[in-house]
């Protein structure tokens, strides 16, 4: 059963449109990823799901009733914010069933309860601290404990991560996830980080714009790009997005190129992991820039006025102003409109 459900959903704020008919669905137990670029619109939509704004127009269901017009409190769900909103003065065991006091749940169950979180978050012996107290992952867990007392069946997340450091990040969107598994929570979670999208969802809502540019899996997401935006925000480095112009076309190979009439405006993409390396054939191209990664080696790399990045593992003995060749195979292209960045379907079957 579909448990969160937008449907037509416009929101302006004067002349501003922010949102253009969003529709989208979150099934019972899944986490839901509404990823996009800063000013997309994503956080907006999370508002609205938890009432905090009222759409110009549509409708927001929760649970299969209409909840556009009701306020945060009767929608039963719980937020956490990017700046865990946590109370300074009271402790963290304070902070977590305040909630619960607010809605005059028995102390005997508010206990309870505030036992199996803090056991669950490894926050049992932090329960006397204050958040001053506490690291930034500690503070999110009890920002994270808040929710699960409240035992209800949907969690939004307006980008909790982004306040802490990248190694922390990556423990926290692990525990996020394992939490949200054992718990069977509906989850709404929003980012900017696509790495963090990708390792997290069960499906992702990609907004650019205020519109839906792409709604699936992260695996559909990177392998079938559905537009040209998605192709360059989805995978790390991005996607190189070419103008197959006469100068590229000259240098490219035919090998290279898809078999279709370049008079028509595309846009060919191609995905840094895919091109290699070659020590006879291929593209000549001059080397920018080298990046040693340990595991991987970027290199950005200039063919007439495009540019175009690679990875290939390992350290390679290259450095800026090198000339070097590089191959793809022809079934690694992604093909798009130039005029509506939409993709053309030039390989079906053909597995990126």
Same mark, same amino acid.
């Given at each position: ?144 404990? #808040? ?5 209800? !069946?949907?969690?939004?997340?307006? %980008?909790? *991560?982004?306040? +802490?450091?990248?190694? /922390? ?101 191609? #995905? ?5 390396? !070659?020590?006879?054939?291929?593209? %000549?191209? *001059?080397?920018? +820039?080298?990046?040693? /990664? ?59």
């Amino acid at each position: 059963m579909s448990i969160i459900s937008l449907k037509n959903i416009y929101k302006s704020w004067g002349d501003t449109e922010v949102l253009k008919n969003i529709n989208f669905e979150c099934e019972d137990g899944e986490l839901l990823v509404l990823l996009g670029p800063s000013g997309c619109g994503k956080s907006t939509t999370l508002r609205l799901i938890a009432g905090l704004e009222i759409p110009t127009s549509g409708i927001v269901e929760i649970g299969g009733k209409d909840v556009s017009d009701l306020p945060p409190v009767k929608r039963h769900i719980s937020m956490v914010f990017q700046n865990y909103a946590l109370f300074p003065h009271l402790n963290v065991a304070e902070n977590i069933i305040f909630g619960l006091k607010a809605r005059k749940i028995p102390k005997k169950e508010q206990k309870k309860r505030l036992e199996n979180a803090a056991d669950l978050l490894g926050l049992t012996d932090f329960l006397d601290r204050k958040p001053s107290q506490l690291s930034g992952g500690q503070r999110q867990r009890v920002a994270l404990g #808040r929710s699960i007392v409240a035992q209800v !069946s949907v969690c939004l997340m307006d %980008e909790p *991560l982004s306040n +802490l450091d990248a190694k /922390l990040r990556q423990e926290m969107r692990q525990e996020i996830r394992s939490l949200q598994q054992r718990l069977k929570m509906t989850m709404v979670y929003v980012t900017h980080d696509q790495v963090e999208a990708m390792t997290i969802a069960d499906r992702i809502i990609l907004i650019n714009g205020g519109v839906i540019e792409q709604h699936g899996t992260p695996e559909e997401l990177y392998n079938y790009p559905a537009t040209a935006f998605t192709g360059s925000f989805i995978g790390n480095p991005p996607m190189n997005i070419l103008t197959p112009d006469t100068q590229l076309l000259q240098a490219c190979p035919s090998i290279l190129l898809p078999s279709v009439d370049f008079t028509a405006p595309y846009l060919l993409g191609i #995905r840094p992991e895919d091109i290699e390396i !070659s020590s006879d054939s291929g593209m %000549e191209c *001059l080397v920018e +820039l080298t990046e040693y /990664l340990g595991a991987d080696t970027l290199i950005v790399c200039k063919v007439e006025k495009h540019s175009i990045t690679l990875t290939v593992k390992g350290r390679v003995a290259v450095s800026a102003g090198d000339q070097l060749r590089i191959n793809w195979k022809v079934e690694k292209i992604h093909l798009f409109d130039a005029a509506n960045g939409q993709r053309i379907e030039h390989l079906k079957g053909a597995t990126p």
